[in-house]
């Protein structure tokens, strides 16, 4: 995924999270969850750091941040971690989130089932079309996105993701902002101008089919060599 964040590092109480180690604790939280559905006790550096794509020591490092959670020849509990990790995440506090641009994606997205089990709850969705305000989306009713404002008093929402086409991203992002949004997920191809304050990550698929397209290239070249 192309990303950009603009958030301030975390603070724990074992000491500062680097943005990259930020960024590595849903891969560990996503691996911890599967294996205490499975019923394990303890993982270990090794593991998480295969499912991470990191170093042992790179692991090991992150974690300490999170204070003295290892046990020596058991590795880490799998049950005390994921804790440590929502807590940070502010998952065990869910957080709503409002989505704009009810369309293809947009729709899709607020179906999918998977956003609360990260403690995001897609607390409302908004379009500027009138035809589709007042339409089902999922379990919401699409609500007018000239009302942006309304919704996020109402919700509380400081997050937000953005289907909207290229064209409106803009000034949609500044009504979001200007009302409260402080996290923008971006789908939208811009490149949105926001205020220091407020993270913006990007998710563009085109752009990760045309890594892996290079990898696979490169990588048939570098065989055929
Ligand atoms: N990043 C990716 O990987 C990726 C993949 C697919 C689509 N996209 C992008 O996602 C966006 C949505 O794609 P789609 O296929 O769902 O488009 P779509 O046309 O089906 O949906 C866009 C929706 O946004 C609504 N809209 C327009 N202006 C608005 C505004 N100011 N406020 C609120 N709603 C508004 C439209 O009424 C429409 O319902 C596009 O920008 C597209 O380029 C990105």
Known sequence: ???????????TSAGP???RALDRLPVYLRRLNALAAA?????????LAAAAGASRDLVRKDLSALGQLGRPGKGYPVGV???AIEQILGI?????VILVGAGHLGTALVQYGGFAARGLDVVSVLDADPQRVGQPC????????????????RTGARLAILTVPGEAAQLAADDLVHHGIRGILNFAPVELEVPEEVSVRVVDVSAELQLLAFHHI????????
């Not at 995924?1 to 603070?11: N, T």
């Not at 019923?39 to 593991?47: A, D, I, K, L, P």
């Not at 007018?144 to 008093?153: C, K, L, N, Q, T």
């Open 1 to 11: 995924m192309i990303s950009r964040q603009r958030d301030v590092p975390g603070a």
């Open 39 to 47: 019923g394990t006790e303890y993982v270990s550096s090794t593991e």
């Open 17 to 19: 999270l680097s943005r």
């Open 218 to 225: 490169s990588g048939e070249a570098g065989s055929a060599r």
């Open 92 to 96: 065990s506090t869910h957080q709503p």
């Open 138 to 153: 999922g379990q919401l009713t699409i609500e007018d996105a000239s009302r942006a404002g309304e919704v996020i008093e």
């Open 81 to 83: 971690l994921e804790a």
